[in-house]
């Protein structure tokens, strides 16, 4: 009872996540400014990484955790830098 439940969620959890790295690429798409698709691009980093750590759990195995903690250290540096250029118009001084 108890896995089906939480195959149920896991699943749910899936399709939620797709739906908002849709609306995120969206968001970085049409950004109206820069600092919207840097946003959008931000909360697609994220989602994704969700989605891999959400899979992990769901096959069982360890390597999509690996793959989502990579993808989440290279989006917080890409972050990072993208907002500090976008304040002081350039990355490294």
């Known amino acids: 009872m108890s896995a089906t439940i ?5 699943t749910f959890s899936q399709i939620c996540l797709v739906i908002s ?3 995120s690429v969206l968001r970085a798409l049409r950004g109206p400014r820069a600092q919207d698709r840097v946003l959008g691009l931000d909360t697609m980093y994220m989602c994704a990484m ?3 750590v959400v899979t992990g759990m769901q096959q069982g195995t360890i390597y999509q955790f690996e793959a989502a903690l990579v993808i989440g250290t290279l989006g917080f540096v890409a972050t990072a830098a993208m907002a500090k250029f976008l304040m002081r118009g ?3 001084e």
């Open 6 to 10: 939480l195959s149920v969620v896991l």
């Open 21 to 23: 790295v849709v609306l």
């Open 50 to 52: 969700l989605l891999l």
């Open 90 to 92: 350039e990355v490294i």
